[in-house]
């Protein structure tokens, strides 16, 4: 089900994310660890879930969550399909 507009629809149609230090990260191809959501690649569909602080609520974690990052990949599906998605980096410590 889309957190935006809590329809149904088939996983296929639906872009997975997750939360990752405060921060809803897109996970295209569903390989990050955590609870993730479902949400319409489209923008209408993430300021809905926004507006509703559905992402808090399907994370389990408080708000309020940075959604730049999903919002930028929306932007790139509905603009370039043929985009390959950048690597989430899994830390962002710096060892130095
Ligand atoms: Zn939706």
Redesign the pocket.
């Known amino acids: 089900m889309?957190?935006?507009?809590?329809?149904r629809?088939e996983v296929g149609g639906?872009l997975r994310v997750t939360a990752v230090d405060g921060a809803v990260v897109p996970d295209p191809r569903r390989r990050l660890p955590g609870r993730g959501a479902w949400?319409?690649p489209?923008p209408?569909?993430l300021d809905?879930a926004e507006r509703r602080s559905a992402f808090p609520r399907a994370f389990r974690v408080r708000g309020p969550l940075d959604t730049a990052r999903v919002r930028a990949h929306i932007g790139t599906v509905n603009g370039a399909r043929e985009t390959p998605e950048p690597d989430i980096p899994g830390s962002k410590v710096d060892p130095s």
Not at 2 to 7: F, I, L, T, Y
């Open positions: 889309c957190v935006g507009c809590r329809r629809a639906l949400l319409h489209v209408e569909c809905r």
